[in-house]
């Protein structure tokens, strides 16, 4: 679990690494922490997976990736999780899941997002994942995002 | 400062902004001088890489750099979350459910449920008061999908 010190560390740099040449030792003077503390505690949370990488998160639509589709699949439940898991290896898409139906509303329990640089391209790689499921397959629909009313990531709450 | 939808002009980005932004998808060392480390792997001094990531922020090709948390990992929890806002109200329910912190992402969809949202939270317990208080807030429906499994995580692009 977190102390407070790792929250603390994970809230001055959630919105982004100080751009200088020892950004970690920069973090620590905020802090008043040692420097090695920093990057040891970072390490650690590493480690454990509360933190996946410390990366740059590319804008697919600055790099010529805009059409960007929520395909949703009602793929009957005891194959959901195999094909699901062929669905979630093809390189074009970048998240999938398996997640409840909310009948009667939503009947769909498998969604994989695609990224193309056309809507063209997304329908191509909707027909490769129906071809997966082939006949577990009993429909499908496919959101394209028109806006992104948010985009900041995951932010710790609260001051513990 | 709001995210660029536009793909960026042909030949904005030039050979050694792609480098550092295919090298920096892939995780940043945690190093004393971890700009230095990925210059030297990529034959650029540090200074050139810490002026690129700056580029690269202010064209707008990427939205952040730094730690990406995993709040199941954490022991919190994330859900998506998905409302049927009517037309005429979709701007000011897009500014109630924006004013959660929790609200990681929210996105506009083509479909009669046109709102679609994360909610991230620390601890797993937030997830229901969240989606309870925007539905209160809203007087809408928050459907809610947490995620019994997940495949693969391979977000990245080759630039």
Same mark, same amino acid.
């Given at each position: 679990?977190?102390?407070?010190i790792d929250r603390k560390i994970l809230k001055a740099t959630q919105g982004g690494l100080p751009l200088v040449p020892q950004p970690y030792a920069e973090v620590a003077k905020w802090l008043g922490l040692a420097p090695e503390e920093v990057t040891r505690r970072l390490s650690?949370m590493q480690?454990?997976?509360?933190i996946?990488r410390i990366a740059v998160a +590319?804008?697919?639509?600055?790099? !010529?990736?805009?059409?960007?589709?929520?395909?949703?699949?009602?793929?009957?439940?005891?194959? *959901?999780?195999? %094909?699901?898991?062929?669905?979630?290896? @093809?390189?074009?898409?970048?998240?999938? =899941?398996?997640?409840?139906? &909310?009948?009667?509303?939503?009947?769909?329990?498998?969604?994989? #997002?695609?990224?193309?640089?056309?809507?063209?391209?997304?329908?191509?790689?909707?027909?490769?994942?129906?071809?997966?499921?082939? /006949?577990? @397959?009993?429909?499908?629909?496919? %959101? =394209?995002?028109?806006?992104?009313?948010?985009?900041t990531g #995951?932010r710790l709450? !609260?001051?513990? | 400062m709001?995210?660029?939808?536009?793909? %960026?002009?042909?030949?904005?980005? !030039?050979?050694? /902004?792609?480098?550092v932004l $295919?090298r920096l998808?892939?995780g940043f060392p945690l190093d004393d001088q971890p700009f230095a480390t990925v210059g030297?792997?990529?034959?650029l001094t540090e200074q050139e890489v810490i002026d690129t990531v700056m580029r690269l922020r202010d064209?707008?090709?990427i939205t952040r750099f730094g730690p990406f948390l /995993? &709040?199941?990992?954490? !022991?919190?929890?994330?859900?998506?979350?998905? #409302?049927?806002?009517?037309?005429?109200?979709?701007?000011?329910?897009?500014?109630?459910? $924006?004013?959660?912190?929790?609200?990681?992402?929210?996105?506009?969809?083509?479909? &009669?449920? $046109? #709102?679609?949202?994360?909610?991230?939270?620390?601890? +797993?317990?937030?997830?229901?008061?969240? *989606?309870?208080?925007?539905?209160?807030?809203?007087?809408?429906?928050?459907?809610?999908? +947490?995620?019994?499994?997940?495949?693969?995580?391979?977000?990245?692009?080759?630039?």
């Amino acid at each position: 679990m977190l102390d407070a010190i790792d929250r603390k560390i994970l809230k001055a740099t959630q919105g982004g690494l100080p751009l200088v040449p020892q950004p970690y030792a920069e973090v620590a003077k905020w802090l008043g922490l040692a420097p090695e503390e920093v990057t040891r505690r970072l390490s650690a949370m590493q480690e454990t997976g509360v933190i996946r990488r410390i990366a740059v998160a +590319p804008n697919h639509y600055a790099l !010529g990736m805009v059409a960007n589709g929520m395909s949703v699949w009602d793929v009957a439940d005891d194959t *959901a999780e195999t %094909l699901g898991e062929q669905v979630g290896a @093809l390189p074009f898409v970048t998240h999938s =899941y398996l997640r409840p139906r &909310a009948l009667p509303q939503w009947p769909y329990n498998l969604f994989a #997002m695609i990224h193309g640089s056309d809507r063209a391209e997304v329908e191509a790689h909707r027909a490769d994942i129906r071809a997966i499921l082939g /006949d577990a @397959l009993r429909s499908d629909d496919n %959101l =394209y995002s028109t806006r992104i009313l948010k985009k900041t990531g #995951m932010r710790l709450q !609260g001051d513990g | 400062m709001m995210m660029r939808r536009q793909p %960026l002009a042909a030949g904005v980005l !030039g050979p050694t /902004d792609r480098a550092v932004l $295919n090298r920096l998808q892939d995780g940043f060392p945690l190093d004393d001088q971890p700009f230095a480390t990925v210059g030297a792997e990529l034959g650029l001094t540090e200074q050139e890489v810490i002026d690129t990531v700056m580029r690269l922020r202010d064209l707008g090709a990427i939205t952040r750099f730094g730690p990406f948390l /995993d &709040a199941a990992a954490m !022991g919190g929890a994330f859900c998506l979350c998905a #409302m049927a806002v009517p037309e005429e109200r979709f701007e000011e329910v897009v500014t109630l459910v $924006n004013a959660h912190d929790a609200v990681a992402h929210n996105y506009q969809r083509d479909h &009669a449920l $046109n #709102m679609w949202f994360v909610l991230a939270c620390d601890r +797993p317990e937030r997830i229901t008061a969240e *989606a309870d208080a925007i539905e209160a807030e809203t007087g809408l429906a928050v459907l809610r999908f +947490p995620k019994l499994r997940e495949f693969f995580i391979g977000f990245r692009v080759t630039a």
